[in-house]
């Protein structure tokens, strides 16, 4: 048990120093019960809700930014890095933004100056604190041949509200790193689309800056050699990479069972092998990647549990439910003395 005293326990990020940040989503609750531990493994913030449109922006002429300013005091009091998620996405965006008084649709200029003054406002608000934002959030289609989901963004402002939402942001800080960030991003139909996407972005000159891929995985997929191709596509771009959401959760996709209370031991192995090999293949590319970000610090709380089966719950991330290095850990850690 003597490696399990903290002392004894490397710090994540300084274990990967070499390679990228090690970051951590976070939120008021989390930042106070885990602090210790997200203080001492993580020099990467992201604000798992806290920054999203309906949470700083609720109606029209209120801005309620006092669980983003928590979050952004704990990045500084902390020495760490932050990162701004989301200014534009299809969920948790307030209802007003793309409605008149009388509840008609706006205007397509009207949602537009809408967005910049949202943009222009957060942005500016934390220039000090944020060196990169999550700009455009999740606009791809998961199925089909069509390239952009159905949204009130796409049937209002039409395509166009892509680029405009990166102008905005550089406009807003021309320091900021820009991301356009997504899941199923190891998907090859979806991997194509994103690449298409951000390539004819590119091509127009938009300031897009970066990839961020989500990675919300689990035990049984991605595989990796789905992994290395989509690192690949998106690095062939030119723009730098960073997993932004990860996690592994224990159950498949389809999996719904709802009897399982806590993880097997076969659970915890397949865990560690897993996250043995994907660090392993991160590590390879590690002058593409600049950042890989948990979404989560602790099994105590992870957005997994209750989704997508209400109440069962989901151990997905490094650290137990008491906030003690999980054998996945360790597994990680290995990877940095054989890089």
């Not at 798992?48 to 930014?65: I, L």
């Not at 021309?174 to 996407?197: G, H, M, V």
């Not at 997929?221 to 990479?241: T, V």
């Amino acid at each position: 048990m003597s490696r399990m005293e903290d002392g004894n326990i490397p710090k994540l990020y300084e274990a990967f120093s070499d390679s990228f940040d090690i970051g951590a989503a976070v939120n008021p609750r989390t930042i106070i019960q885990a602090g210790d531990l997200i203080a001492k493994h993580f020099n990467s913030l992201t604000a798992e809700n806290e920054m999203k449109f309906v949470s700083v922006h609720p109606a029209e002429d209120t801005y309620t930014f006092e669980a983003a300013d928590k979050i952004a005091a704990f990045a500084r009091e902390n020495n760490k890095k932050l990162r701004g998620h989301t200014l534009v996405w299809h969920n948790q965006t307030s209802d007003w933004l793309f409605q008149e008084a009388d509840g008609s649709p706006v205007s397509r200029e009207k949602l537009l100056d809408r967005l910049k003054s949202h943009i222009d406002t957060v942005v500016k608000r934390y220039k000090e604190d944020i060196y990169a934002w999550d700009v455009v959030n999740e606009v791809i289609s998961d199925e089909g041949s069509g390239l952009l989901r159905p949204s009130k963004w796409l049937d209002i402002a039409g395509p166009e509200f892509i680029a405009k939402a990166f102008e905005f942001a550089h406009e807003a800080d021309p320091k900021a790193q820009l991301f356009y960030n997504d899941y199923n991003e190891s998907n090859p139909l979806k991997r194509d689309k994103i690449y298409q996407l951000v390539k004819n972005l590119l091509e127009q000159g938009v300031p897009v800056h970066g990839v961020g891929l989500q990675a919300h995985w689990s035990l049984y997929s991605p595989g990796l050699d789905e992994i290395r191709a989509a690192i690949e596509k998106y690095a062939s771009l030119g723009l730098r990479l960073q997993l932004t959401e990860l996690d592994i959760s224990m159950f498949r996709h389809d999996d719904l069972r709802s009897d399982v209370v806590s993880p097997t031991d076969e659970m915890l192995e397949l865990q560690e092998r897993r996250y043995e090999a994907v660090f392993h293949l991160l590590s390879e590319y590690r002058n593409h990647i600049d950042a890989v970000t948990f979404w989560g610090a602790a099994d105590d709380y992870t957005w997994l549990s209750d989704f997508p089966v209400r109440g069962r719950k989901n151990w997905p991330l490094l650290f137990n439910e008491s906030h003690e290095p999980k054998g996945s850990f360790w597994r990680v850690i290995k990877q940095t003395s054989l890089s």
